[in-house]
C-alpha cells in the first residue's frame, strides 16, 4: 500500500517561503511521476507542479512559475516543493500526488491522472 504524508506547511507572511516535504512509503516510488496540487476554500483542486521519475523534466502552473521549484530524492522517497515569494492567493491545502502512468507529458496537470495522494497541509499566506 502506498501512503503519502505531506509536511511543512505553515503560516507565513507575504513574500516568505516555506518548503513542502511529501515522504512516500512505496518501495517503487523512484519509477512514478510525482506532482503538486492545491485547493483552496470553495475552489477547485488545480496543479501546481509535476516531476519526472529522474527529477530531470518538470511541469509548472502558470501561477507559480519562477516562484516555486519542485524536486525529488528518489533515496529518501521524498518529493518538495520550495515556494518563495508567496502570496495570500497561494493560501490553500497543498496536496502531493503518484502520476498512475508513465512519462511526464502536460496530462500531470490532470488531477484525474492521480492515483495516491496525501492528506495534505495547509498553507496560509497572511498580508
Known amino acids: 500500500q502506498v501512503q503519502l504524508v505531506e509536511s511543512g506547511g505553515g503560516l507565513v507572511q507575504a513574500g516568505g517561503s516555506l518548503r513542502l516535504s511529501c515522504a512516500n512509503s512505496g518501495r517503487t516510488f523512484s519509477s512514478y511521476v510525482m506532482g503538486w496540487f492545491r485547493q483552496a476554500p470553495g475552489k477547485e483542486r488545480e496543479f501546481v507542479a509535476s516531476i519526472s521519475w529522474s527529477g530531470g523534466s518538470t511541469y509548472y502552473a502558470d501561477s507559480v512559475k519562477g516562484r516555486f521549484t519542485i524536486s525529488r530524492d528518489n533515496a529518501k522517497n521524498t518529493v518538495y516543493l520550495q515556494m518563495n515569494s508567496l502570496k495570500p492567493a497561494d493560501t490553500a491545502v497543498y496536496y502531493c500526488?503518484?502520476?498512475?502512468?508513465?512519462?511526464?507529458?502536460?496530462?500531470?496537470?490532470?488531477?484525474?491522472?492521480?492515483?495516491?495522494w496525501g492528506q495534505g497541509t495547509q498553507v496560509t499566506v497572511s498580508s
Open positions: 500526488a503518484r502520476y498512475r502512468w508513465g512519462g511526464i507529458t502536460k496530462a500531470t496537470m490532470t488531477a484525474s491522472e492521480y492515483d495516491y
